[in-house]
């Protein structure tokens, strides 16, 4: 694993940048804002960098304002199981606010990433002061909920194919298009439950029935939705 994260001098113009990314934070007026950039601070964390590791306590909320971390957990046979990746303007740790929770969890940034951070107490101080955030919060919430149910249920498919068009079916909102994958194929096929081996083959198939087509290495194009949805679980 690469070097583990640092601290950088705080600049209130990029804290800005970075909440202002968030679509949580987006709603608020820019004075709002401002207040929130004003309790921020900046970590760097280069490629394989940790941000944080199984059984530290949780109590910062992390915004990723450049570059790229995924969330995982080793299994007990030592295989990874991708559950999330963060792109700019994602968040994690927002479990903080409600408890001293332990991460049982990996976090680790996949390239050279820049990420703001703030401290339960500072971000508490400014849910009482600022109402419309706690709305926001408990929407964004919900969203991560329905998210991970979503997961769930796709985790629960034994075969492989229609996992994987259940995946491409949420990602294109079930519309023809090109469309970046959100992470790496090889985490892809880790979030899924997959080897990279099987991910190739069934993305391969879909290619073959003409259901999409691979564009380079992070794109997928949809080219018939009906077929697709055939294949997914109904």
């Known amino acids: 694993m690469g070097e583990p994260v640092a601290a950088h ?6 804290e800005l940048e970075c909440v202002s990314q ?3 934070f987006q709603e608020l007026a820019m004075d709002q804002r401002t207040s929130i950039a004003k309790v921020t601070r900046p970590i760097h964390a280069e490629k394989g960098g940790l ?16 570059g790229q971390v995924r969330l995982y957990h080793l299994g007990d046979d030592g295989r990874e199981r991708v559950l999330r990746v ?3 303007g994602d968040f994690i740790g927002e479990i903080a606010l409600f408890t001293d929770e332990i991460h049982q969890d990996y ?21 009482d002061r600022l109402p419309p955030l706690a709305l926001s919060l408990l929407s964004a919430l919900a969203v991560r909920l329905r998210t991970a149910e979503r ?17 491409l079916l949420t990602l294109t909102d079930q519309r023809v298009g090109t469309y970046t994958l959100p992470m790496s194929k090889q985490d892809l096929a880790a979030y899924l439950g997959m080897t990279p081996e099987s991910l190739s083959r069934k993305l391969k198939q879909l ?4 259901i999409i087509e691979t564009v380079g290495r992070r794109q997928i194009k949809l080219l018939d939705v009906a077929a697709l949805q055939a294949v997914a679980p109904q």
């Open 107 to 127: 976090a680790e940034a996949t390239k050279t990433t820049e990420l703001c951070t703030i401290s339960r107490t500072a971000l508490t101080a400014l849910l």
């Open 22 to 24: 968030v679509p949580i």
């Open 207 to 210: 290619t073959t029935q003409g």
């Open 51 to 66: 941000i944080y590791r199984p059984e530290e306590v949780s109590q910062t909320l992390y915004i990723v304002n450049t």
């Open 86 to 88: 963060l792109n700019p």
């Open 9 to 14: 001098h705080h600049s209130l113009a990029r």
């Open 151 to 167: 997961q769930a249920m796709l985790l629960a498919i034994p075969d492989a194919l229609p996992r994987l068009a259940g995946y």
